[in-house]
């Protein structure tokens, strides 16, 4: 890769490793950078420059980064240009850069909007000239090149405790065969010279020489090692292959999954983490942000307060074509359109000589220049009408920016110095004077801008926490109470609420700010700090214009998908950094709260208070079991009794109660609650939230959303769900699975992820099983042969018997078999609680299992023996017997557990007993092998094929009857739900309630 580097006043290409810092570099229209640059100058006359950073944090709208206006018309290859830039060291903060600029005796500040990163894009400008700042390893990009840690399915840790467990008592076998052997040793100690196996002496020639005999100690040692290597295969090493071939299987058909593709952006499931798919499976706790998340995340400006009047509009609200202004003979008009009021939009046209039509227009000026939007012009199919597309990293800015273009207030161009509004069709320019932007310390960002009026006004907008601390209460205090009331009903109706304010700043004030503003932005140390404190310096004393509310509508299917979540036995939590009344009606609409559940509220300012808050909340929710269950014992009915609790807690709440001795108070009443929502959560609080849960129980998390804001709680949880959103998608790229809607993670948990579990758990089970049979028919063996280690299956065979003989029908039930429909997994949700009950793998199942292997190896080892007890038949042929008798009966096993049968599962285990007969029929063919022509001998008696039957009726009795009493007698969820299907009683049993399995609370760590 070449870049354009300045040598000797001309540009010269250059490999992207051999650049260095110091050196000025041009970009091209659509070139991606290769370093960190600051920049110089721009092909606009402006200094303004777009840059798309989806490779860097995944977000696609543009960005706009500027040239200072003392380097614009510096052009390097026309003359020298010199200067020293001081920044701070590399770092991976990627929306952050505190650097100075000493060029012509200026110090100039640089910030973020400066600074062009690695891996960005230059869009819709020609080219762009600047200095390196960050090349190689140093750049921003790079210092981030790191990937999610690493994750481990919680089913493979359980199967690794088992596989320690088998390979104990693989050293157990090892250590009872070469003990015995030992033992055999001793006592034929005298006999050692002339027995077949252990004679010392060779009397084949003249002359008895010795063999080599190494005495018992060695000989012993030598059984030990020779135990090891016939026993290996108890260590089931082709089943993390298996495994991971399942896990393929799996993903396959999760992302062919129609009903878990997305229409709107037309993107398919996306399964990134191969390891953790039966993860799915045990789900119980579910971590969900709410914007973008819950809801669309697709911003719509529906009512606003102004001047104390509410203008909500209620029916009167009309679908608008949308103001445009003429510009060259050619018509400009927003790209989206905005529902608008009728008066308020009357008074915006017409009511520029009134004060209400005054206090209207401030309102407006604020919407249209408090923020960071780039209008950009883009061309229509019609050569005579261009649409304004404003770009912009917040949706709630780019709402409101076009509201305030519908009524009137349409920005027109923005650059670092000044931007453009047409105001009712008059074209104003206002200097941007200073820029002070959103920080979650502040909760505000304000603009400071020289009105054509020759007037200094600094415009303010945030959230009402924050701004209602400095307003100017003194006057207009009924303005202000109304604004309040207004805000409250704006919010119980979920929509998010920002609050706008206005000052006008007199020359002395004006200066004081101009000089500290220029200090502050020039420091290279404590800069963030130094601007905060600037920035409260103007924002204060304001004037309140009003306040806006911009609905975000719930995605499709949310309410629905949050029932089936909890009625499974999920507790969904909902962290959201919106304020508490929006979260609550969010939370209302969306199924996650109840009228039926007790709220507890949890705002506090101090730690004490937090202390009392939640010491007397956990007294109020054991005071609302013990009423529950007492209900219950009278009413004959514990869930008719039952009160659920929903715990609303704030960020500020938070603060004391994570890493502190409180977190084991929150844990205990959260652990009581049915539904927790944090309100005003900052991203590192979410992370902490989901570590809190982990910590202090042993149940499955799962985290999902859509924002940068979400990465850290994705990554921290067991299952991160990224969604791809408006948002971008940093979510996506640090997540284990991504998807399109929420919605969707109902059928990838119940339905998949049941599935997922369900059959990796019973392969799992079952390679232990098909390996441990094998072993103990070996094991059985050496018993009878003096502790020889002689083995009387052929090696090829031993080899093929976890490769040819059995490995597919495992790997196919692993992919294709289901105990349950699709339709009835959705329709009971209550049956996933299968899944984090641990029902298809545990230690009981474990035990039970290797218990049944011993009696199955003992059949197949002793049938055939008793069989040709007093037969001339040769050990080869015996060996063959075992050989095909392991194999048929475990296949057979494994059919009668399998409950979807298809073709493909008809050809994988009928197939492999064919494929195991005609291997080793072809063994037995090959002279130079051991046991030549031993099958063709033994298998024309009927004794063995009637021993092969045998075999498989003996080894599988108590299995069956065992499933057959267990299933009768102790049915379980799955298996009645199974025998509905199997019947077709599925409809019969909507009309009825079933009563499930109790849902237990989670073992504490």
Not at 4 to 26: A, H, M, T, Y
Not at 79 to 92: A, D, M, T
């Amino acid at each position: 890769m070449l870049a354009s580097i300045l040598v000797n006043d001309q540009f010269q290409p250059k490999k992207w490793k051999d650049l260095r810092v110091g050196e000025i570099i041009r970009i091209q229209a659509n070139e991606t950078l290769p370093c960190d640059m600051v920049l110089l100058s721009t092909s606009d006359p402006t200094g303004v420059a777009y840059v798309q950073t989806i490779n860097l944090d995944g977000e696609s709208n543009l960005k706009t980064r500027y040239a200072k206006q003392e380097t614009l018309l510096k052009m390097p290859d026309e003359g020298k240009v010199s200067g020293l830039i001081r920044c701070e060291k590399p770092n991976r903060n990627i929306y952050g850069f505190h650097a100075n600029m000493e060029i012509d005796g200026k110090k100039l500040s640089l910030g973020p909007s400066n600074i062009v990163l690695r891996g960005c894009q230059l869009k819709n400008t020609n080219w762009a000239i600047g200095v390196i700042v960050y090349a190689g390893r140093d750049t921003k990009a790079m210092l981030n090149n790191s990937g999610a840690p690493s994750k481990r399915s919680r089913l493979e840790t359980h199967m690794n405790s088992e596989i320690i467990i088998l390979s104990m008592f693989l050293v157990a076998l090892c250590v009872v065969v070469s003990v015995c052997a030992l033992i055999w040793l001793l006592n034929h100690r005298k006999e050692l010279d002339y027995l077949p196996y252990y004679r010392k002496q060779d009397f084949s020639k003249a002359g008895a020489k010795d063999y080599n005999y190494y005495g018992w100690g060695m000989e012993t040692l030598f059984a030990f090692l020779m135990s090891v290597i016939v026993f290996q295969i108890m260590i089931p090493i082709s089943l993390y292959i298996s495994m991971e071939l399942v896990r393929v299987g799996q993903a396959y058909f999760m992302i062919r999954d129609t009903q878990m593709y997305d229409e709107a952006s037309h993107s398919r499931f996306q399964c990134r983490a191969l390891n953790i798919n039966e993860d799915l499976g045990q789900v119980k706790y579910v971590f969900s942000d709410k914007t973008g998340t819950l809801t669309e995340n697709k911003m719509e400006f529906q009512c606003a307060s102004i001047w104390g009047e509410d203008y909500s509009g209620g029916n009167s609200k009309i679908e608008q074509g949308g103001y445009s202004v003429q510009v060259e003979g050619k018509v400009l008009r927003p790209k989206m359109k905005v529902k608008t009021d009728l008066e308020l939009l009357q008074i915006s046209k017409c009511g520029n000589g009134t004060k209400e039509g005054k206090h209207v227009g401030d309102f407006f000026l604020a919407l249209a220049a408090c923020n960071t939007i780039v209008p950009l012009v883009v061309d229509t199919s019609d050569p005579t009408v261009k649409i304004i597309d404003y770009q912009g990293e917040s949706p709630d800015e780019q709402a409101l920016v076009y509201a305030a273009a519908t009524y009137g207030f349409m920005l027109m161009e923005r650059t670092s110095g000044h931007i453009v509004i047409d105001i009712q069709g008059e074209r104003q320019r206002f200097d941007v004077l200073g820029l002070h932007e959103f920080d979650s310390d502040r909760k505000r960002m304000s603009v400071i801008l020289g009105c054509p009026d020759k007037t200094v006004r600094v415009f303010v907008k945030g959230a009402d926490t924050t701004m209602f601390s400095v307003v100017d209460k003194s006057s207009n205090a009924s303005i202000i109470r109304a604004t309040e009331a207004h805000l409250q009903t704006y919010s119980s109706l979920g929509l998010r609420t920002l609050v706008v304010g206005m000052r006008e700043l007199c020359a002395s004030e004006f200066e004081q700010w101009h000089s500290s503003f220029e200090a502050a932005s020039t420091a290279l140390i404590g800069r963030a700090a130094l601007l905060r404190k600037v920035a409260s310096s103007v924002e204060n004393n304001l004037c309140i214009l009003g306040a806006s509310g911009i609905e975000d509508k719930l995605q499709q299917g949310v309410p629905e998908a949050i029932e089936s979540l909890r009625t499974s036995g999920i507790k969904v939590w909902v962290l959201t950094g919106d304020k508490q009344e929006t979260a609550i009606s969010i939370g209302y609409s969306s199924k996650l709260l109840t009228s039926k559940m007790t709220q507890i509220i949890i705002n506090s300012n101090s730690k004490e208070s937090c202390r009392r808050s939640l010491e007397d909340a956990i007294v109020m929710s054991k005071k609302l079991v013990t009423i529950a269950g007492v209900v219950g014992n009278v009413g004959g009915s514990s869930e008719a009794g039952s009160t659920p609790v929903a715990l609303i807690i704030d960020g500020t709440s938070l603060v004391y109660v994570l890493d502190s001795e409180l977190e084991e108070q929150l844990f205990q009443l959260a652990s009581r609650c049915s539904v927790v929502l944090c309100c005003r959560v900052a991203p590192f609080q979410k992370a902490g939230i989901v570590d809190l849960v982990k910590n202090r129980t042993s149940d499955m998390t799962l985290a999902i959303g859509d924002g940068a804001n979400d990465v850290s709680m994705i990554q921290m949880a067991d299952v991160g769900v990224g969604i791809s959103g408006q948002e971008g998608r940093q979510a996506v790229m640090a997540s284990d699975f991504a998807m399109g809607q929420f919605r969707f993670l109902v059928p990838l948990i119940l339905v998949h992820g049941h599935w997922n579990y369900q059959r990796m758990a019973y392969m799992i089970l079952y390679n232990f099983y098909r390996n441990a049979v094998m072993v103990l028919v070996l094991f059985w063996y050496v018993l009878f042969t003096s502790f020889t280690l002689t083995t009387a299956i052929n090696e090829w065979s031993s080899m093929l018997y976890s490769v040819v003989y059995t490995s597919v029908p495992t790997i196919v039930v692993g992919i294709l078999d289901k105990d349950l429909s699709r339709r009835t997994l959705l329709q009971y949700p209550q049956l996933y609680g299968a899944g984090y009950r641990q029902e298809c793998y545990n230690a009981k199942l474990f035990w039970l299992t290797m218990l049944d292997t011993l009696w199955q190896s003992a059949a197949v080892f002793f049938i055939p023996l008793f069989a040709y007890w007093c037969s001339g038949i040769d050990i080869s042929s015996l060996g063959d017997l075992w050989i095909l008798g392991v194999v048929i009966l475990v296949n057979v096993n494994l059919a009668m557990d399998v409950i979807r049968w298809t073709w493909i599962t008809h050809a994988a285990i009928w197939g492999s007993i064919i494929a195991t007969f005609i291997c080793v029929v072809i063994i037995d063919a090959i002279p130079s092998l051991i046991g030549y022509w031993a099958i063709f001998h033994v298998a024309s008696s009927v004794t063995f094929w009637l021993c092969l039957l045998a075999i498989v009726i003996a080894g599988l009795i108590p299995r069956f009857a065992v499933k057959y009493l267990y299933q009768y007698y102790k049915p379980s969820d799955i298996q009645i739900a199974r025998e509905a299907e199997k019947f077709g009683n599925l409809r019969e049993l909507g009309a009825v309630q079933i009563e499930m399995n109790p849902i237990l609370e989670p073992p504490r760590r």
